[in-house]
């Protein structure tokens, strides 16, 4: 979506947009790491981290695919990095405080690959298919890192 379009559906003008927005990646960095920090807090105040984290994910998945394909480009690597690891964080924390349900073997890292395979994947769904492949995508990551066994 071009900045002029953004500018509008905000109800501002395109010169605003420009003076604190460069591009379209620093506008889908202010807007990711608002919600990384409300999954931060959301993830904080649950007594059930690990379906709060993954709903939250999930969600942030299906819903802002556009913002996701924008951060999640190599060339954007440098510029996202305190994102990623303010994710990480949160997976750890999580790992921390639900650590008797989720599997011994899953890792903080196997949190992160998990969520980046999940949204990556939807980013590039059609709208109406995300939600319907992302729940399965979803079962799969809860049957991994939950340690479900068939």
């Known amino acids: 979506m ?4 953004i500018a509008r559906r905000a109800g501002v003008g395109q010169g ?6 460069s591009d379209r ?4 960095v202010a807007v990711f790491s608002q919600n990384v920090e409300r999954l931060a807090a959301a993830v904080s105040a649950s007594e059930t981290p690990y379906t709060t984290f ?4 999930m969600d942030e998945a299906v819903e802002a695919a556009v913002v996701i394909d924008l951060i ?9 990095r305190v994102l990623a690891d303010r994710l990480q964080a949160i997976a750890a924390d999580v790992a921390a405080r639900d650590g008797k349900v989720l599997h011994p073997d899953v890792e903080v890292e196997d949190f992160i690959d998990g969520i980046f395979m999940l949204a990556l994947a939807l980013s590039r769904m ?21 340690g479900a066994r068939p």
């Open 72 to 80: 999640s480009q190599p060339e954007e690597a440098e510029r996202t």
């Open 16 to 21: 605003s947009l420009y003076r604190h927005f």
């Open 126 to 146: 059609l709208p109406d298919e995300r939600r319907r492949c992302g729940g399965r995508m979803r079962r799969m990551l809860d049957a991994w890192f939950l």
């Open 54 to 57: 993954m709903d939250e994910v």
């Open 25 to 28: 990646t620093d506008l889908a």
């Open 2 to 5: 071009p900045l002029t379009r």
